[in-house]
């Protein structure tokens, strides 16, 4: 139970979140825009629906691998943000960066059911 409470902070605190609280940094350093920083924020919601589209075919059974690779996806997400990188591959990792987020909410929801059998 507390493993999934776990993937569901690293998804979604990180992988949805963390992005809000360093983007008035990056557009203070010049890293972005206003505009760029809107298309990033767009692309992670998108990636969020895409996210949530193909997790509608995730199973109970298979839950503890999805919620181990979008930990893990996460993870990689924010650590290539940390790499000085164009707008377009910024954009671009926040849209797999929301793909990850989804995937880790709907797979730990899948395995918390499934360890409380319901």
């Given at each position: 139970?507390?493993?999934?409470a776990?993937?569901?902070?690293?998804?979604?605190?990180?992988?949805?979140?963390?992005?809000?609280?360093?983007?008035?940094?990056?557009?203070?350093?010049?890293?972005?825009?206003?505009?760029e920083?809107?298309?990033?924020?767009?692309?992670?919601?998108?990636?969020?629906?895409?996210?949530?589209?193909?997790?509608?075919?995730?199973?109970?059974?298979?839950?503890?691998?999805l919620?181990?690779?979008?930990?893990?996806?996460?993870?990689?997400?924010?650590?290539?943000?940390?790499?000085?990188?164009?707008?377009?591959?910024?954009?671009?990792?926040?849209?797999?960066?929301?793909?990850?987020?989804?995937?880790?909410?709907v797979?730990?929801s899948?395995?918390?059911?499934?360890q409380?059998?319901?």
């Amino acid at each position: 139970m507390t493993v999934a409470a776990v993937i569901l902070a690293i998804g979604m605190g990180f992988g949805r979140f963390a992005f809000t609280a360093i983007y008035p940094q990056m557009v203070e350093e010049g890293v972005l825009s206003l505009r760029e920083g809107s298309l990033a924020a767009s692309a992670n919601y998108a990636g969020y629906l895409l996210g949530a589209i193909l997790a509608m075919r995730a199973r109970a059974r298979g839950a503890h691998r999805l919620c181990l690779w979008s930990a893990a996806g996460t993870a990689l997400c924010l650590g290539v943000l940390a790499v000085p990188m164009p707008v377009w591959l910024i954009v671009a990792v926040r849209g797999v960066a929301g793909v990850f987020s989804a995937l880790a909410m709907v797979a730990a929801s899948l395995w918390l059911l499934e360890q409380r059998r319901q």
